[in-house]
């Protein structure tokens, strides 16, 4: 699975609606000095709920909504980012992960215990077979074969007075902050990952205490 | 608990090894403080570069210390693989030779999964498969450009 | 006390205003948190890089942070010469445009001062009077070799 | 004035003794990584005591002797650094500001305090016709019209079970750090100078405290 578009509608630099198209494989951004490319890094960070303001060189969420809007004196701004994973493989990759013997869960009837799942990660995933005995939002994320892409969506909301609400959806239902984060923790995506490495952190590896670094290896075994 | 520990550990030393050799051109590996109880201690990074004999991390240099880091973050892709890594200038202390080999190593990793990876470095930018231009000209917001490497540009 | 500082923060604060203006291509300049009682607060710098509008320092890029960063110490500079200024790859953030900048005004502050520069960027080295080549083999020690700009070189 | 050369015996990856020539002006130094460019830095940081040793990463002072000359099993090791100061120009600069009308001092006659001098940096500068009136080892530092390089030593000895001494030396002389601070303000050379920007610090400046900041104008002025 990858990341085929990241869309910033007054985000930061960015006015207006932009979309970022991206493809799997190896892709580079690059550009002038304050052009946006650490912004587009901080979107994805924003949108999928993988830091806090600070962590996206924001003293409060309200900073991240675009000046422009903010100084134009409407009663409230707002500022979006969505996220659209590709997911095409990595069902394929979850069904037969689920099936000891390579075959799709949904074509086979058993119950997850009955194919030993073990894997506390597929423990969520519905199927069409199993769609009574799971919550609604949980149906609809994952479906064996019926969904080729999956959205997630970030809305900040700012009144005049300074005061602000976050929402998350998935595919376009609200959602909390948890939810979500069970759900990209399916797909291996956790907060404190080391899979996203900001300007300037490269070498935080090396200056971290051992004991930290030890549990990177605890939270993946 | 520990088991499950001990396994991590293998694997992710084993891959750190072999990708530190190919990064750094040198030996390094990881250690726990505590061997018999892992949990009672940390994890050190021993790190040879070129050769080097053993130093404090931190008396490394600001390359040496970046392949370091990136040797771990790669070791850790290999054992469990997140679908998608972004970089955001992890290049910038490393010589031109070095964003070369780094720039190949990520070439090799994004077989398996999807790297974006921010970069001012023209070894970096020449490996990728494609690049995303970003640019902000004076009084205006932020605008996107993707150009392939086949020299066909495309705005958005 | 007071009025010494005044006078030193007005001299600085010009200077600062001009440098930006010449390497951040926008308007800069100091700001005391108290200005009734400059010891009962802080020191400002606010920066406006290409004329943007003003934002917290922190959410700056990291090139316009190093651009505003340099321009204080260039600012100082020119109010209190130090006989020498040494700097370990501070281009490291910049893209190529403003490493240029940034290597004419260490040519022109370099008439005033001694500039020992260490850097890995092209623009910067072929800017420099020459080049003192750093380099350590395998297993050996530290060699260094003097590299005039005229092209000839001459070990040491 | 200018460094006009770096010695370096032992120090960090320097095995041997290591000139480094410097000229007034505008010097790159480059090469690869790992290769030694910042231990020049640390070097001139280590010889006139601008910086303590995390200053230099190293954990303490001994970890700054090159390794081969600690593994050697010798009883005890040293490192040494010294800076050549080149100070034609600086002569005759400060021998014009303690003058009103221009002249050297030591062509002048007058005392400090009859010429007006009120420069604290000033007040311990011998010259000619004061030798009596300082101390020895003062009347050795920027003697009017007789001195044109000026050489600043470090030496650092470690003893086989790691403790350690550390002696200065001004022109030969031992000397203490303080006098060795003492003649460097003199010459605009502060320890919290920020003439030095180590690799990864060039943002520092941004994110100071604005009060430690507005003191960096205090020291100043
Ligand atoms: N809320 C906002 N509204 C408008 N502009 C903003 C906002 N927040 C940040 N910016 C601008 O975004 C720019 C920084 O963008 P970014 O950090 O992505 O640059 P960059 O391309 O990574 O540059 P560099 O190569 O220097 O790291 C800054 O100039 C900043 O003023
Ligand atoms: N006491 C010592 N004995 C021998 N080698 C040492 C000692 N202390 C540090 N070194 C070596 O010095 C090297 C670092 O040198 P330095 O930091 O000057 O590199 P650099 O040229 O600045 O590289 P970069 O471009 O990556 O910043 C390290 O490889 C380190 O092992
Ligand atoms: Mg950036
Ligand atoms: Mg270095």
Request: glycine residues 8%.
């Amino acid at each position: 699975m990858y990341i085929k578009r990241v869309e910033l509608t007054h985000f930061k630099s960015f006015g207006g609606t932009t979309q970022v198209p991206l493809m799997g494989g190896f892709t580079v951004i690059s550009g002038p000095n304050g052009s946006g490319k650490s912004n587009i890094l901080d979107a994805l960070l924003f949108c999928l709920g993988l830091a806090g303001s600070k962590g996206m060189r924001a003293e409060r969420l309200p900073d991240l909504v675009n000046q422009n809007q903010t100084s134009r004196g409407r009663a409230t701004v707002e500022a979006s980012v969505s996220v659209t994973f590709d997911l095409s493989d990595e069902l394929e990759q979850l069904a037969l992960d689920s099936s000891p013997n390579g075959v799709p869960p949904h074509e086979s009837g058993f119950t997850d215990e009955q194919r030993g799942l073990t894997d506390e990660r597929l423990e969520n995933q519905s199927s069409a077979t199993h769609r009574n005995e799971i919550t609604p939002s949980h149906s609809k994320q994952f479906d064996g074969g019926l969904m080729k892409e999956w959205i997630v969506t970030r809305k900040l909301r700012v009144t005049q007075q300074g005061s602000y609400t976050s929402t998350y959806f998935m595919n376009g239902e609200s959602c909390t902050l948890t939810d979500l984060h069970q759900q990209l923790e399916r797909l291996r995506i956790y907060p404190e990952g080391y899979n996203v490495v900001l300007q300037g952190d490269v070498t935080g590896i090396i200056s971290m205490h051992p004991r930290e670094r030890r549990q990177i290896i605890d939270e993946l075994a | 608990r520990q088991k499950a520990f001990r396994e991590a550990f293998d694997v992710v030393n084993q891959n750190f090894q072999s990708i530190f050799a190919e990064l750094s051109d040198g030996d390094g590996y990881l250690q726990l403080e505590d061997s018999q109880d892992p949990f009672n201690g940390g994890l050190n990074l021993v790190a040879h570069p070129k050769g080097k004999p053993v130093r404090r991390l931190a008396s490394m240099s600001g390359g040496e210390k970046s392949l370091t880091a990136l040797s771990f973050i790669f070791a850790l892709q290999r054992y469990r693989p997140s679908p998608f890594y972004a970089f955001d200038e992890v290049d910038m202390f490393l010589d031109g030779a070095n964003v070369e080999r780094l720039a190949k190593m990520i070439r090799q990793q994004s077989q398996q999964a999807q790297f974006i990876v921010v970069s001012l470095r023209r070894p970096m930018i020449e490996s990728a498969e494609r690049t995303i231009g970003v640019t902000q000209a004076r009084g205006a917001y932020t605008q996107v450009i993707g150009i392939k490497l086949t020299g066909h540009t495309a705005s958005l």
